[in-house]
């Protein structure tokens, strides 16, 4: 059997600019029951109770960029706060894309080169080391999900500048939305119909401080725009989805969480950390020149007639590779993985934490 991760991201170009993750799970039905037990491809240490252990955190936040110093560590310490396991980001405002390790937590990202939007999905350790494969994507949300199966557990998250309001939409919405219905919102609602999605976080009963996830600047007005979208096959796998307006990284958007129950399988990898050649060493003039000698030599070697093994391109390259490797190994030697000391101060991690609480006693209040 085989297992697989897959996630997917896009990113809308239209006038309709909304900023959407969407998240591609392969899931295999567990028995021929009426409501299947998904089976996410991927495997997980026994690191929960029994109680919590088929228990998933999944969330999206509008961050207003992550570009601002001390903010990626803002997130983790919310992330790890609120227990999530994947958070889709919108608005990072980095340029290129990118995946890289910060901590115990994976990044992969999708972003603007005028810094003005870009998405990212943040995903913790158990999951960082399960995904099989990244696509990224620049098209239109709906000509993505084509490429989907009808059978992937698909999630979408993300701010999508809609209100879909409180009136209950049938199969779609439930009565627990906020405010009133826009034209962005009637979109949003077609577009859940067409594709039989329902949006998570108007289903369940909740106060009204924990369905708005975005406060209009100066005017202090509420709304929600920031919604969590699964197939509706799956609404079953839905515990609970809600807003969480005392989570704090500086953004006039709420984060929005949902609690679902998925099944994970184990899965084995290579627990070795792949080390990285120490390229600094080029930057030593000494070293630089013979290592550009000794490539420049390799390459000038041509495969004899009689050489078996270099018969064709394939081989040729396979034995150029092999040789500047080894000198590579030789010359410049490998990284060794040390631990990078944290650049953030206490005092700085304190005055993120007076600012939180600052942010729940002022929603409490209003």
């Not at 896009?10 to 899931?27: H, K, L, R, S």
């Not at 696509?135 to 084509?146: A, L, P």
């Not at 994970?264 to 070795?272: A, C, D, G, M, V």
Request: a positive charge.
């Amino acid at each position: 059997m085989a297992h697989q991760l897959r996630y997917r991201k896009q990113e809308e170009t239209t006038a309709e600019d909304n900023d959407e993750m969407m998240m591609i799970v392969e899931v295999k039905n567990s028995g021929s029951k009426k409501v299947p037990r998904s089976d996410l491809r991927v495997g997980t240490a026994n690191i929960r109770s029994s109680k919590e252990k088929w228990k998933r955190r999944i969330a999206t936040w509008n961050v207003k960029s992550l570009g601002v110093c001390g903010k990626l560590k803002n997130l983790k310490l919310e992330m790890e706060r609120y227990k999530i396991d994947v958070l889709g980001i919108s608005e990072i405002k980095w340029t290129g894309l990118g995946d890289f390790w910060s901590g115990d937590y994976r990044i992969i990202f999708n972003g603007d080169e005028n810094k003005f939007a870009g998405v990212g999905i943040m995903v913790n350790k158990d999951f960082g080391h399960k995904i099989k494969s990244i696509i990224y994507f620049n098209e239109r949300i709906s000509e993505v999900i084509e490429m989907a199966k009808e059978k992937d557990n698909l999630i979408i998250l993300g701010d999508w500048n809609a209100l879909v309001g409180e009136r209950t939409e049938p199969g779609v919405t439930g009565k627990f939305g906020f405010g009133t219905r826009n034209q962005r919102g009637d979109r949003l609602i077609e577009f859940c119909k067409e594709r039989d999605m329902i949006i998570t976080n108007t289903l369940f009963s909740q106060p009204k401080r924990r369905r708005y996830t975005w406060t209009m600047p100066e005017e202090g007005n509420r709304y929600q725009l920031d919604y969590i979208l699964v197939k509706k096959r799956y609404r079953n796998q839905v515990k609970q989805s809600k807003s969480y307006p005392g989570a704090d990284i500086n953004s006039d958007h709420n984060l929005v969480i949902m609690e679902t129950r998925l099944s994970l399988k184990k899965s084995t990898r290579n627990q070795e950390t792949k080390k990285k050649w120490y390229v600094e060493k080029l930057k030593q003039e000494g070293t630089r020149k013979q290592f550009f000698e000794v490539v420049n030599r390799i390459i000038r070697i041509k495969p004899t007639e009689s050489t078996e093994e270099l018969d064709n391109y394939e081989n040729t390259w396979k034995s150029f590779k092999e040789a500047i490797t080894k000198m590579a190994d030789k010359i410049l030697g490998k990284t060794k993985n040390i631990p990078i000391k944290p650049w953030i101060s206490t005092r700085l991690v304190e005055l993120i934490e007076t600012r939180r609480k600052y942010k729940k006693w002022k929603n409490r209040r209003g």
